[in-house]
């Protein structure tokens, strides 16, 4: 109790737990939260840590800091602690910065696959190959009256998912992707596939409208996949089906800039623990590896409970 009295009773701590209950942040994005130099957001997390409040996800050079659980006492006062925090004179702010930070993550992500669809296929099998795992997937894929695709990119998925489902819709953040997407399905004579314009976190569609979701390759682009998965679970049907693929943690540090990756893939721990959150399970992670160099991809499969 001391050690965690100590580490709170600091206004600038504070604002700190408060910010990082609400998201996973970087060191850099906190500083431009806070308006703080590194030196001294640095410091206080090192407190905060020590002393079990928050955690941190190191991924190749950056760090992501988190609310923790390491605390048991800290844990057993959080509800009320939380509730105290809508007190802080600097609280409604904070919490439009932090919206603001993971805007801005979005908003790059949509910039850059804006930019780069007409040579997506090309430039993400050049640059960060995996091991073929798409028919894998497609055996998975459960018979539904409506199936939908959540970042359908060029469409290279979604035409062989429109053969399995009575009822296809592809949600894509990005508008050349869906033109991509729509040049794709009307070159391989796929029709009656619904492509929509939307957010992962937002998608355009009804509570429980949809009997599967298959997300392949764009989890690791979501500023926040704990609330993509939330977000699914709603749009799924009970007993509704999910599929993720996606890449197995790596190093590739580079992806970031080059392929406009958020995380640098996920371990089946992390994507367990978020799937139990968000309501799901069944949840089996089989993993694809490849001996040529190619990254290890995660195949995921959940039920909504």
Not at 227 to 251: C, K, M, N, S, Y
Request: net charge negative.
């Amino acid at each position: 109790m001391l050690e965690l009295f100590k580490a709170l009773a600091d206004p600038c701590r504070l604002r700190l737990v408060g910010v990082l209950l609400n998201a996973e942040l970087t060191v850099q994005e906190l500083t431009q939260i806070m308006g703080m130099g590194q030196s001294r957001i640095s410091r206080h997390l090192k407190i905060l840590a020590e002393a079990g409040v928050l955690a941190v996800k190191r991924q190749g050079t950056w760090s992501y800091y988190r609310a923790g659980d390491a605390n048991p006492f800290f844990c057993a006062i959080r509800p009320e602690f939380e509730r105290e925090l809508e007190q802080l004179p600097e609280r409604r702010e904070d919490l439009a910065a932090v919206a603001q930070a993971l805007e801005a993550r979005r908003k790059r992500s949509q910039e850059f696959f804006d930019r780069h669809a007409a040579q997506w296929d090309q430039l993400s099998r050049t640059l960060l190959p995996v091991p073929e795992y798409q028919e894998s997937l497609l055996d998975k894929v459960p018979e539904a009256a409506v199936l939908l695709e959540i970042g359908v990119g060029t469409g290279v998925l979604l035409a062989e998912l429109a053969r399995r489902a009575g009822r296809v819709i592809g949600v894509d953040h990005s508008p050349a992707m869906l033109e991509e997407a729509r040049r794709r399905l009307a070159k391989v004579g796929v029709q009656g596939a619904e492509l929509r314009l939307g957010d992962m976190n937002h998608l355009p569609l009804a509570d429980g409208g949809a009997g599967c979701v298959v997300a392949n390759m764009v989890l690791h682009h979501a500023p926040r996949p704990e609330t993509v998965l939330a977000e699914i679970a709603r749009v799924l049907a009970p007993q509704g089906t999910l599929l993720v693929a996606d890449l197995a943690r790596h190093e590739q540090e580079w992806a970031r800039e080059q392929l406009a990756d958020q995380w640098l893939g996920f371990e089946d721990g992390e994507l367990k623990g978020w799937l139990k959150g968000a309501g799901f399970s069944g949840i089996t992670i089989d993993r694809v590896s490849s001996g040529n160099g190619a990254e290890d991809v995660l195949l995921v499969q959940a039920v909504k409970a």
